[in-house]
C-alpha cells in the first residue's frame, strides 16, 4: 500500500496541473436582446502555442465578437498570451462599441509585477501595477474556468483591461438551464467589475460539466444589457 502513494500523489500533482479545457476548443454564442431577437455572433478560442524562448509551454486564447442594434455596433477582437500558470504575457485588445474606438497593446512583465500598455496607430502609453500572476481579462476567463474547474471561486483580484479592474465573484446558487434546446445543470455567478470611472454587473451561468463551460452570460452595454448564449456544442 504505501509503495502505491507516491504515484497517487504524482497523480494528484499532475491532475491539478491539467486544464478543463483542451487545446483547439472553440466555443461559439448567439447573442440575443433580451427579447429573444438575435444580434449576432461571438466566438472564443484556446490553444496551446509555440513554447518561448526558454522552452516552456503558452496558451494562445482569442475573442471575437459582432452584433449591432440599430446605431449601436460592437465588433471587438481580443488576443491573449498566457503561461502554463495563465498568468499573461501579452494582451492585443481591439475594440468598437457604437462610436467608441480602442486598439491597444499590453505586455506584462511579471517578476516586476508591471504591465505596460501601448495605444496603438499612435498615442500614449502608461505603466500599470498588478498583482502577483497579473491577468488580463480574457486569459481571466480561463483562469476563471480552471478554477471552478478544481472546486474554487476566484478571490477578489485585480484584472487588467485597459485599465485595471476589480473584480469580485458571488455564488448565485445553480438553476437547470435549457440553451438551444440543450439541457444543463449549471452554477449561476454575480460577477461584479470595478474600475478607475465605471462599473459593471454580470451574470455568467457555467455549466457542471468537465470543462466547466459557460452557457450563458448577460452583459451590460449602452443601449443594454444582451445575453451570449452557447451555440449547440
Not at 74 to 92: K, M, W
Not at 104 to 125: N, V
Amino acid at each position: 500500500m504505501w509503495n502505491c502513494l507516491p504515484a497517487l500523489f504524482l497523480a494528484a500533482v499532475s491532475a491539478a496541473g491539467q486544464m478543463p479545457f483542451a487545446s483547439g476548443e472553440v466555443l461559439e454564442y448567439s447573442v440575443n436582446w433580451p427579447s429573444g431577437l438575435s444580434l449576432g455572433k461571438a466566438k472564443f478560442s484556446a490553444a496551446r502555442s509555440d513554447p518561448d524562448q526558454e522552452g516552456r509551454a503558452q496558451w494562445a486564447f482569442a475573442f471575437h465578437i459582432d452584433a449591432a442594434v440599430p446605431g449601436y455596433h460592437v465588433l471587438d477582437d481580443y488576443q491573449a498570451t498566457a503561461d502554463e500558470d495563465l498568468c499573461s504575457i501579452r494582451f492585443l485588445k481591439k475594440a468598437q462599441h457604437g462610436k467608441r474606438k480602442a486598439h491597444e497593446e499590453i505586455t506584462f512583465d511579471q517578476t516586476a509585477h508591471q504591465a505596460r500598455r501601448r495605444t496603438l496607430g499612435g498615442g500614449g502609453a502608461s505603466t500599470l501595477e498588478i498583482p502577483e500572476c497579473g491577468r488580463d481579462a480574457l486569459t481571466f476567463f480561463y483562469y476563471l474556468r480552471r478554477e471552478l474547474a478544481r472546486g474554487r471561486i476566484p478571490p477578489p483580484q485585480r484584472v487588467v483591461f485597459g485599465a485595471v479592474y476589480q473584480v469580485r465573484f458571488q455564488p448565485a446558487g445553480s438553476q437547470p438551464v435549457t440553451v438551444k434546446g440543450k439541457p444543463y445543470e449549471a452554477d449561476q455567478l454575480a460577477v461584479s467589475v470595478k474600475g478607475p470611472a465605471s462599473e459593471a454587473a454580470f451574470l455568467v451561468l457555467v455549466a457542471r460539466d468537465e470543462a466547466r463551460t459557460p452557457v450563458r452570460v448577460t452583459v451590460p452595454l449602452e443601449p443594454g444589457s444582451f445575453t451570449m448564449e452557447l451555440a449547440a456544442k
